[in-house]
């Protein structure tokens, strides 16, 4: 069953060097992408910490063309 299509935001982060070796490091060794890699690293981090998402906005009722009479 294929996976739900999620909207993404796009973030820029700033790392050390060694940060960003780090990081690369984890994903081969996981054979992960960076940022499935970091998304594992964040969902982790929150668990611990006892920590949720905040709930998801309601969908928004499908708009339509009005009708041509």
Known sequence: MPRPLRKTSATSLKLTPEVRDLW??????????LTNMFEVLVREHAKRLHLAPAPAPPASAKKTKPSKN
């Open 24 to 33: 690369e490091q984890c994903a081969a060794a996981e054979s992960r992408s």
